[in-house]
T-cell receptor
Framework: NAGVTQTPKFQVLKTGQSMTLQCAQD?????MSWYRQDPGMGLRLIHY???????DQGEVPNGYNVSRSTTEDFPLRLLSAAPSQTSVYFC?????????????FGPGTRLTVT | KQEVTQIPAALSVPEGENLVLNCSFT??????LQWFRQDPGKGLTSLLL?????REQTSGRLNASLDKSSGRSTLYIAASQPGDSATYLC???????????FGKGTKLTVNP
């Protein structure tokens, strides 16, 4: 198993540009989520999905869109990048809701918006 | 709103020392608590998962305890090694939600 994979590893955008961060998992996990990690702020939940076709907002959803058309993929779209979105983005997945299941994280995407 | 606090923010110890990392949470209605390790520039690696009905979990030199009533968890590392140097993150799964709430981590340095 490759586990949770994220692409790209690094990205530089200009203000106003759009892009999609890719996340895929090969463990047949139902639950997937996106976090951003900022110095002094810890990890904060952006969006999550409990299964294909179902998504919901986390703590900091503004400026981001998600969709879940397949179990394997959960892309995160930045609609119009802003410097405040400079961060490290992590995707995670688990078998189901968090009651008993461990969360597995991808290696992260380091995004800089200038 | 669930808040997770980790103290201290940074810790430096000599090799071989036993140490304890602390995690506290404000709402005891959690489903589970998970400890992660993060190396610089890397993703998160799960260390231990404690379900709400459990009191502790062990893996090798690591032992994590959970006291839901007091809103506390500890991660005990025995006989620390320089390879244990990393940031350790605690996270709780909020009861009644589908969300994991993280602390800001404790940066551990083990000196040879």
């Amino acid at each position: 198993n490759a586990g949770v994979t994220q692409t790209p590893k690094f990205q530089v955008l200009k203000t106003g540009q759009s892009m999609t961060l890719q996340c895929a998992q090969d463990m047949n996990h139902e639950y997937m989520s996106w976090y951003r990690q900022d110095p002094g702020m810890g990890l904060r939940l952006i969006h999550y999905s409990v299964g294909a076709g179902i998504t919901d907002q986390g703590e900091v959803p503004n400026g981001y869109n998600v969709s879940r058309s397949t179990t394997e993929d959960f892309p995160l779209r930045l609609l119009s990048a802003a410097p405040s979105q400079t961060s490290v983005y992590f995707c995670a997945s688990s078998t189901g809701g968090g009651i008993t299941y461990e969360q597995y994280f991808g290696p992260g995407t380091r995004l800089t918006v200038t | 709103k669930q808040e997770v606090t980790q103290i201290p923010a940074a810790l430096s110890v000599p090799e071989g020392e036993n140490l304890v990392l602390n995690c506290s949470f404000t709402d005891s209605a959690i489903y589970n608590l998970q400890w992660f390790r993060q190396d610089p520039g890397k993703g998160l690696t799960s260390l231990l998962l404690i379900q709400s009905s459990q009191r502790e979990q062990t893996s090798g030199r690591l032992n994590a305890s959970l006291d839901k009533s007091s809103g506390r968890s500890t991660l005990y590392i025995a006989a620390s090694q320089p390879g244990d140097s990393a940031t350790y993150l605690c996270a709780v799964w909020e009861g009644g939600s589908e969300k994991l709430v993280f602390g800001k981590g404790t940066k551990l340095t083990v000196n040879p």
